[in-house]
């Protein structure tokens, strides 16, 4: 099976001065072991054959709510327009059946839901396309979506005709998701017209620009299995040295290593998360003409005002405003954009639940919901704050639960973990350096490096949103 690759999003965790902070630190000379996580457990099973197949479709006969649990009572997660196409699970509870609509799974009432049977041909071999390989069919345009399943080598699909990118959306029996079509083979009348509105293939030009989408580690080999040598932040720009497969071998500040092809983009991101050419005014702030107070001030920009980062010095940082160019203190920037920080989302409430069920006489508090980081302000963030986390007994409790979180990454939707200064990527299975590792270079920048930003004090455990119940 070929490598799974990965864009990473990860948001940089930072603290706010009324948070309740909580970690597990890892011993910097045990860190925790490595998991290699199972990342593909479904194999698909469609025949590689053209025949007819009985498709059953359920639908909503009005609008309807898709709910946590069985119940009225229970939460609504979302509401299912009339007619919306949603497929049963199985399970069922009286008249209540689980269904999975997208990325979201949940309970509806089966009086509002009807079925029909349609007979519908498979794709004709001869005109359609085949994988090469065995290969993740996913959500979305990007090897950072979830995987639906994974496609044998040999599969017969047939497109449909939209594309972004070298990425397609296809048919596989009755699942339609993307594929990479790097690994697809077949007729040359099969492979559509590149769009003008998609984005340009990053493998095209060696030796052209390009800029990371996303915090994205790179690798000493094309492979995740390999050692990280690195990291890139988001918006980081690279010069791309030449491809392999859906691999880019990439020359940065910090050496030659290998990355996803499908994490680099041709201009920089201009997204509101943690970004690299940006920083945000935490409250009212005075541009200064140099790197302290005792300056003199240029003008008062408003808090959360989007201004542009140029370098740093002395904890000061200089940055171009409305006001002019000029020095505001660190302390008073963020590499986040304010938003109003939304409550726990139902699986981080329940990785919490677990945890404290189970590790509670170790931890003296979490922290979740806040403002200051893309994963706390979305509800998908954790912080578990470990008893006398400086003494051994502290540190092999707070191992303990790190090691209890990375074995159960899967069922409990983690996408990665900090602990006593070290990574855990679910995409990779290693433990990596953090502060040292490139990772938090806002963070480093506006409030520096210490305990707590280290998390030697606390565990960070981030839920990853295309697994989230919102």
Known sequence: MRPQHVSLKIAVATFGASMIVGGLPLAAAEPAPAMKPSLEKIRAKISMTPRTRSVTITQTTDNLNLRQKPGAQH???????????????????????????????????????????????????????????????????????????VLPKGTVVSRTGDIKGAWWEVKAGSVTGWVSSHYLTGSSDSAPDPSPDSPPDPEAVAGADRW?????????????????LAVQTGGSKVRLIKSAGAWSHIDTTAGHGWIPASSLVASEPQGSGNSTSYRWTASAANVRTGPALSYESLGLVAGNEKVSYLQSSDGWSKVATSKGTGWIKNTL??????????????MTRSMVKEVQGRFDASISAVGGSRAGSTGHSSGLAAD?????????????????????????????????LIWRD?????EDGQWGPYSTGGWGKNLESSRGWNATTKHMDHIHAEISPSRADK
């Not at 990371?212 to 990280?228: E, F, H, W």
């Not at 070290?422 to 679910?426: D, E, I």
Request: proline content about 4%; glycine content about 8%; aromatic content about 6%.
């Open 422 to 426: 070290r990574l855990w990527l679910a």
């Open 212 to 228: 990371v989408d996303g915090t994205q580690p790179i690798y000493a080999k094309a492979s995740l299995t390999s050692n990280r």
């Open 75 to 149: 939460k609504s997660l979302v509401v299912l327009k009339k007619g919306a196409i949603v497929a049963p699970t199985g399970k069922t509870s009286g008249r209540w059946r689980e269904v999975k609509i997208g990325s979201l799974t949940g309970w509806v009432s089966s009086v509002y839901l009807t079925s029909r049977t349609n007979a519908a041909p498979a794709p004709e071999a001869s005109t359609g396309l085949r994988t090469t390989v065995n290969l993740n069919l996913r959500q979305n345009a990007g090897a950072h979506f979830t995987s639906l399943t």
């Open 333 to 346: 920037l963020s590499s986040v954009e304010y938003h109003a920080p939304k409550q726990l989302q139902p």
């Open 384 to 416: 578990f704050m470990i008893k006398d986390h400086t003494s051994a007994s502290g540190i092999d409790a707070g191992n303990a639960i790190a090691t209890y979180l990375a074995n159960n990454h899967e069922r409990l939707g983690i996408s990665y």
